[in-house]
């Protein structure tokens, strides 16, 4: 399945305006974008997010997820831990949404 560029744009107006730098890298089927050498976020096809966040915030980010709908990703039937959320399409259809998971993969 093809990135969301229109999402993976939005990231990059995100990551602007927020002051950070970053690249950009092709893998795990995604776009992703990169902060210091580490992954912060993902698009993947279809609009959804992948999203890395500190462990210890993980599951509180999940349970209060209510509009912004995560959960912990799995990659080829194996969960890939609590600091990687896969973060639906429509917890990130605004600016509010997106910017509530790309400042959660900041704040790690």
């Known amino acids: 399945m093809a990135i969301d560029e229109v999402l993976a744009d939005r990231v990059r107006t995100a990551l602007f305006d927020r002051g950070v730098q970053w690249e950009e890298k092709r893998m795990f089927g995604a776009l992703i974008f990169m902060v210091g050498g580490s992954i912060l976020v993902g698009c993947r096809g279809g609009g959804g997010l992948l999203v890395r966040v ?10 209060r997820a209510g509009p912004y709908y995560a959960q912990v990703a ?30 959660a993969a900041l704040r790690r």
């Open 54 to 63: 500190a462990p210890e915030e993980s599951e509180q980010l999940v349970a």
């Open 74 to 103: 799995d990659m080829g039937g194996r969960d890939m831990g609590p600091s990687w959320l896969d973060v639906s399409p429509d917890a990130v259809e605004d600016e509010a949404g997106l910017g509530h998971w790309v400042d």
